[in-house]
């Protein structure tokens, strides 16, 4: 752990950098839900998951996804609860409003892994977002025959309030409208993702925001970036800042702020939790 006049310092740096950059690329992982109260454990999974729990186990919201049901009645209790909670409840802290605020004016964008549409409900600017794994908000054909989603917000609260007994009604079962299959998440699991249109979109506006700002001073932040899928966010990060000598790299991690040596005389690297951290900077 740093001292706490290094990260005072680090913070302070990182303060003059947000203020000074040309832009702001935001990278946001599972650290930063997690710093707004979207925790997977604990008193809230056992307040939405309790009858679950009794009869499987389960030990995290998460693991409890890949459960092999006997009946889709039972997996889409489990799947729609899970996506309610997630997705569309509000965060229980203001973590992701007060990072609007310290990027609000600047010429910004957030690439993100989550899942939870956490940035858009907090008021971020849905042309500056590239959700690179999908959106528990949409569905897909699990096949999938086709290259489209589907929003989900209306049968999943139908799924919510009408399941009984950890099962949900057969009739609303999802099922794709093109071939008959049974619909899933929208979530980057194996090759069946779907990307679709608003997907690549998505992706088209990133590459431009980075090709418009080459070479100019941009800050590269990382936010609640862990170890498992770290080619999409951490290693572009510091790729980018190694070959752009204008670019700072800033990391704020509870527990894994770090960086290669070769960018480290252009790096900040924050081991406290992102909510405190965003807190002291506003």
């Known amino acids: 752990m740093k001292s706490t006049s290094a990260c005072c310092d680090n913070i302070a740096r990182l303060k003059q950098e947000l203020d000074t950059a040309d832009a702001v690329v935001i990278g946001a992982g ?4 997690t710093s707004a109260g979207f925790t997977y454990t604990g008193e809230r999974f056992q307040k939405y998951f309790g009858d679950f729990i009794a009869k499987y186990g389960f030990r995290d919201m998460y693991s409890g996804g890949f459960y092999p049901f006997d009946s889709l009645e039972e ?22 409003q007060e990072l609007l605020k310290l990027v609000q004016g600047k010429d910004y964008f957030v690439l ?22 999908g959106d528990y908000g949409l569905w897909q054909c699990s096949r999938p025959c086709h290259q489209k989603t589907y929003d989900n917000e209306t049968i999943v609260k139908k799924m919510v309030y009408e399941q009984k007994d950890r099962k949900i009604p057969s009739e609303l079962i999802p099922s794709c409208p093109v071939c008959g299959a049974t619909m899933s998440m929208n979530l980057r699991a194996d090759d069946t993702f779907v990307e679709d249109e608003g997907w690549h979109t998505a992706a088209r506006r990133y590459e431009d925001f980075l090709h418009r700002h080459e070479g100019q001073h941009i800050l590269f932040l990382e936010l609640g970036v862990g170890g498992n899928t770290p080619v999409i966010i951490k290693y572009p990060f510091w790729r980018m800042t190694f070959q752009n000598p ?18 480290e005389n252009r790096l900040l690297c924050i081991e406290n939790d992102i909510g405190e951290v965003l807190t002291a900077l506003l």
């Open 75 to 96: 997996h889409w209790a489990y799947w729609s609860r899970y996506i309610y909670i997630n997705r569309y409840l509000d965060a229980p802290k203001p973590v992701y």
């Open 246 to 263: 204008r670019a700072v790299y800033a990391c704020i991690n509870q527990n894994e702020a770090y960086c290669p040596p070769e960018i």
């Open 30 to 33: 599972s650290g930063l839900s």
């Open 112 to 133: 993100t892994t989550n899942v939870d549409h956490c940035f858009q409900k907090a008021g971020f600017d849905k042309q500056r977002l590239f959700y690179t794994q």
